[in-house]
């Protein structure tokens, strides 16, 4: 039986930074709830020019130019550049090296919605890592980052269902967050996708499917996922490992933000399933039978009508599920 076990160790090593550090005693920064205001039109195309500034310099190996840049563009609300700045204090890169002010930066940065420091202030608060636990409010930025399509922010909401820490368990939405860091280049999410479909566990148990996914998090350099491949490998038949074989080889990482990716299709597809509609096979691909079930239950709610996969529509069935408990 597959259950909180399946992977451990998500937030080990995660946070090697040690600018995280610096987010001791800064309450007033990282606040899901308060948004900076956004930036005028002439803002953002100085922000630009400033940004295209420092990334030029940094190619031409002026680090001291580059952060400068940088700050100017972060100044006027570009949240990568200010990505970049907090980050750039924390290795002393091209300023000197300054934990408060990467911290400040990087806080900065989430708050103007860069998925790479939502996810370190979200990791942070998540595990009580350099300030105090606060899951609720880690899990909100991980939302933020993960919606965006990063993939650490996605393997650990997937996680967080499987777990059941600061949400209510649930196997099919870790499946989804799972697939989504999986598809994304995430070993590790690859490598726990594999044991779901190798045991049923929040997907149909599918045995090629856990083979192509244990091959890839191999190739990925996940060390466990050798032995399964070849256990997986063992149970199929020449015909269905050759299919295997030929879609690993084309598979290429890709970042998976929204909500028309394969695994967010999957849950929907079972989610449906499990409510009563046909939508098909559960296979991650919108068909006409998916189509019909959606436009169905889209129906059925009082939701605008139009078969198509949305926010709104995945937030529903994930609630008919089971609530959030957090």
Known sequence: MVGPSIVRGGLTGLLALSLITGLIGCAGYGDPWRKPPPPTAEEQAR???????????????DAGAAANHFRDAAALGHANAAYELGLAYAAGDGVPEDLEQSAR????????????????????????????????????FLERAAVQGHPKAQFLLGQAYVDGIGVTANAEWAARWYGKAARGGHAQAQYALGVMFASGFGVPENTRRAYRWFSIAADNGYEDAAALRDKMASRLTAEARARADAKIGRFAAKESPGYADAPTVLYVQLRLRALGYDAGPADGITGPKTRAAIEAFQA???MPVDGEISRALVEDLFERATPRGA
């Open 300 to 302: 059925s709610e009082k």
């Open 47 to 61: 922000a630009k020019a400033a940004y295209d500034r420092a990334t030029s310099a940094r190619a031409a190996g």
């Open 105 to 140: 930066w990087i806080n900065r940065a989430a708050d103007l919605g860069d998925p790479g420091a939502q996810f370190l202030v979200g990791s942070s608060f998540y595990g009580g890592i350099g300030v105090e636990q606060d899951v609720p409010r880690g899990l909100s």
